[in-house]
Structure formats: C-alpha cells, structure tokens
C-alpha cells in the first residue's frame, strides 16, 4: 500500500511534492497553490471560511476533496483512498498543472517588467514617494 513519513523539521516542499502521490492538507492557499502547480490532487480539511472557499474551488475543478472537520477516522480513510484510486481528480491535477506551468516561469520577469516600468513613469514624472497622513 502506500506509503508515508511523518517529519518534525522543515523539508523541501517542491522535493515533496514531486515524490508523493497526493497531499493531504488544511486548505492553506499557499500549500493547495503549490500542489496544484505539481499537478497532485489534494485532500482538504479546511480549517476557516476563507480555506473553505480555496478548497471548494479546487474540489470543484475536480482537481481534489473537500470534507468538513471534524472527520471520522474512518470517513478520513474512505476519502482518502477515494482520492488516491480516483483517475480522474489525478488527470484533472495534472491538467491544471500543464495549462500553470508556464506561469512559474513567466511571472518573475513579467513582474520585474512591470516594475521597470513603474519606475520609469515616476522618473519621468518626478513624483516623490506618496506619504500618507491623518489629519484627524
């Protein structure tokens, strides 16, 4: 069956995320981004509203499960090996994978573009830094 490993110290996340088969998380959108962008389908149990939203979304994309915590042991296993036998949420994963993997290496230098570009406007406006203040 499968395997796992429980750690008590920081790991490499993207080395993770290449080995493992799935990832089961709390729907923090920072972790579900980053699963998504290695094309792993994902088990959520979203702790708040906002993780609700993340992780229904992705749920809806096909891409994973969404359950509400508190979870049986036994609801967790089934959803769990619903997740790791299910083709479809895997093929749905690695599809939102393929169509984002470009973005990974675009958005640096889109960014850095940008900026450049901010900074020349301001040059050439001579604008000095906005500072805000309350009259109150």
Not at 21 to 26: H, R, T
Not at 97 to 117: N, Q, W
């Amino acid at each position: 069956g499968p395997g796992r490993t429980v750690v008590g110290r920081a790991v490499d996340l993207s080395k993770v995320l290449h080995e493992c088969d799935a990832v089961v998380n709390y729907g923090s959108t920072t972790l579900v981004n980053q699963a998504l962008l290695a094309g792993k389908p994902q088990l959520m149990l979203p702790t708040d509203v906002e993780k609700w939203l993340v992780a229904s979304r992705v749920a809806a994309q096909g891409a994973g499960l969404a359950v509400r915590w508190p979870i049986s042991v036994d609801a967790l296993a089934a959803a769990l090996r619903a997740l790791l036998h299910d083709s479809h949420m895997y093929e749905q994963a690695r599809g939102i994978h393929r169509r984002r993997a470009g973005l990974v290496t675009r958005l640096p230098d889109e960014v850095a573009r940008f900026v450049r570009k901010v900074e020349q406007r301001l040059e050439l406006q001579r604008l000095s830094p906005l500072v805000m203040c309350d009259e109150g």
